[in-house]
Nanobody, 126 residues
Framework: VQLQASGGGLVQFGGSLRLSCAASGIAVDDYSIGWFHQAPGKERLGVSC????????YYADSVKGRFTISSDNAKNTVYLQMNSLKPEDTAVYYC????????????????????WGKGTLVTVSS
């Protein structure tokens, strides 16, 4: 199983980026895909998840209304559209796969992912 995150880069405050998570070895219509971020010196936290079973989407409070997760089953790819970016969004972003999105209380937000990809760096300048 491979999950390849891409699309990171440098963007100004208020700008937008779209991250992609290309999956191989699994189908994104069989596995739910979550996005996480890890800021320098901090723990990795869940950001969003899209359910493979019914397309339900889940967002951490910190990104609700600004980020949108979507899936293209034909391309076996999940996207994270990030708008109104803030300097505090600066982090390495990872995608991960699990059968069911498990949302938990607290900053961790997502729990129990089975497969992880390498990250892509997002830097938001003020």
């Amino acid at each position: 199983v491979q999950l390849q995150a891409s699309g990171g880069g440098l963007v100004q405050f208020g700008g937008s980026l779209r991250l992609s998570c290309a999956a191989s070895g699994i189908a994104v219509d069989d596995y739910s895909i979550g996005w996480f971020h890890q800021a320098p010196g901090k723990e990795r936290l869940g950001v969003s998840c899209i359910s493979s079973s019914d397309g339900s989407t889940y967002y951490a409070d910190s990104v609700k209304g600004r980020f949108t997760i979507s899936s293209d089953n034909a391309k076996n790819t999940v996207y994270l559209q990030m708008n109104s970016l803030k300097p505090e969004d600066t982090a390495v972003y990872y995608c991960a796969a699990v059968v069911f999105c498990t949302v938990v209380a607290g900053p961790q937000f997502l729990y129990g992912m089975d497969y992880w990809g390498k990250g892509t760096l997002v830097t938001v300048s003020s």
